[in-house]
């Protein structure tokens, strides 16, 4: 059974950090493509950044330059380093993971990605 689960979320000022990591289990972690997403109240999930099964790193414009995506295969997490935080980057933030055979694909400055997997989120809050 796939689980993933995140933690690190929280609530910082604008222009502080913080640590994201989701921990994997139920599948072969390094053959699935694993993102994160994130969700505002009102709109829709989007994927800001990627890892592919073949290790490409992808990032949404948005986030370019500020976000780091990196996964241990060792401990089975993905995690994202956010730097430079802005109001709105206020969200629900998801991990999720998509079957082998995956790939992210860019459409302008959005990332698309279909995934198979879930976790329940977590808050990240940017006062200004």
């Known amino acids: 059974q796939v689980r993933l689960l995140e933690s690190g979320g929280g609530s910082v000022q604008a222009g502080g950090s913080l640590r994201l990591s989701c921990a994997a289990s139920?599948?072969?972690?390094?053959?699935?493509?694993m993102g994160w997403f994130r969700q505002v109240p009102g709109k829709e999930r989007e994927v800001f950044a990627t890892?592919?099964?073949?290790?490409?790193?992808r990032y949404a414009d948005s986030v370019k330059g500020r976000f780091t995506i990196s996964q241990d295969g060792a401990e089975n997490t993905l995690d994202l380093q956010m730097n430079s935080l802005k109001a709105e980057d206020t969200a629900m933030y998801y991990c999720?993971?998509?079957?082998?055979?995956?790939?992210?694909?860019?459409?302008?400055?959005?990332?698309?990605?279909?995934?198979?997997?879930w976790g329940q989120g977590t808050q990240v809050t940017v006062s200004s």
């Open positions: 139920g599948y072969a972690f390094r053959s699935y493509c």
């Open positions: 890892i592919d099964s073949d290790g490409t790193v």
């Open positions: 999720a993971a998509a079957r082998p055979l995956c790939h992210t694909f860019v459409a302008g400055p959005r990332l698309i990605l279909r995934t198979d997997y």
